[in-house]
């Protein structure tokens, strides 16, 4: 959401942040229904299904039901279909909360898939801690959800890209690029919440622990849904960077880029937009910037593999024509490990029991590096998935010249964060 959003409305404010953790309180008191093994197979979710980040919300849904109707065609687990109950956030934390609340005591869902911004993730962790619940948060990727020990649940796990991960890898890739154009003044764009701000700090700092030399001469943090980035645009340029780093995305990340080429923003300046590659604003974007380098968010090229575009066939199908983005792969992702929970409790859905089957696994999947990706058992965080950044083009496949980054070398990096941050 993430990203999209498939994101809620944020804030990095203290006092808004309260707020929403203490609507998210109400959870702790929320009754369990402890369901007969019996029936379909009750799933949760909670996402933006309606309003300007409807596409996210709305792709993640396809993105289960497609792997759910697969299932289910081949007679489900243990003859039990599984039924996705979806709950429309809005774009409201507070809602999500209630969401959350609603699928666990009114329907009895002991499975629960997060369609939610990093704000919005945080507050029903904080609510699930006291229920009995497995939650997979598909979309928050501010790093401090999972990587502190203050805000792990056993019960949680993050089925999504994490911002450190993001930071090394990018740091590393476009730290060579930038000494090798000589460019050292730079310029950030990010939204104003935890992700944004957690995660411009730590490309900055790999840029640099990679051996780039970066002169920071303008911040800016535009509110999450701001429709006008007039003011933005124009503090970016009157700072003269030589390239702009942005962390934003959807509906946002096509209002800078737009908003930004009426002023010559990007002219003459390498632009590292990471989520521009997403299909849902490479393919709106009327004029594309020159000189973009982008992460791989989703695409049917990358991994170049049979599955990898049988997958994106398969989802066009189900969507409706609506091609899949970074929160969708991921929400695909988490689908799979409650299918394989599911499969090796043979249909018991006590969270506790699903939780253990999947802690630590690897689950096959068309969009996974070598078919694969893991989900790490000492933090319940996703490892393993496709990480890598290219160069933007204006037409199919939209990104060339991909660079990988080696995993073994994000994980060392990611370990010695951990202990300087005190995680370990």
Known sequence: MHCPSAYGPVSSTRRELFRTAAVSAALLSAPMLLRAQSGPIKIGMSAVTTGRFAYAGL???????????????????????????????????????????????????????????????????????DTKAAC?????????????????????????????????AGGAIVSRMAKERGITRW??????????????????????????????????????????????????????????YSLCFGGDLISLVEQ???????????????????????????????NVIVQNRYNRGYPDTPANRKWYDDYLKQSGGAKPHNWAWQTGAAAQFIVDGLRATKGDTDPAKVAAAIRGSSAQV?????????LRAEDNTLINYPMAYGTAIGAEPYVKDWVATDWTVILEEEAAWKKKQGYV
């Open 136 to 168: 997979f948060q598909l979309n928050s990727e501010a790093s401090s959800l999972t990587a502190d020990p203050k805000k792990f649940n056993p019960l949680v796990f993050r089925v999504a890209r994490q911002g450190i991960h993001d930071a090394i």
């Open 366 to 374: 068309p969009f996974g590096l070598a078919g694969r990706v893991t």
């Open 59 to 129: 792709g993640q849904v396809a993105a289960a039901r497609l792997l759910f109707d697969q299932v289910n065609a081949t007679g489900g687990i243990e003859g039990r279909k599984l039924e996705l109950i979806v709950r429309d956030s809005r774009n409201l934390p507070e809602e999500a909360v209630k969401n959350v609340r609603s699928l666990i005591s009114s329907d009895g869902c002991t499975l629960i898939m997060s369609a939610e911004s990093s704000s919005a993730a945080a507050a029903i962790n904080e609510g699930l801690r």
């Open 187 to 244: 310029a950030t764009c990010s939204p104003d919440y935890a992700f944004g701000r957690e995660t411009t700090q730590q490309f900055v700092d790999y840029f640099r622990h990679f051996g780039g030399k970066m002169d920071v001469v303008s911040q800016a943090w535009p509110k999450f849904g701001a429709p006008d980035f007039t003011d933005v645009v124009t503090r970016l340029l009157s700072s003269n960077p030589q390239a702009i």
């Open 260 to 290: 930004g080429n009426l002023y010559g923003l990007f002219k003459d300046k390498l632009a590292v937009l990471p989520l521009y590659s997403d299909y849902g604003v490479v393919d709106t974007v009327k004029q594309a910037p020159p």
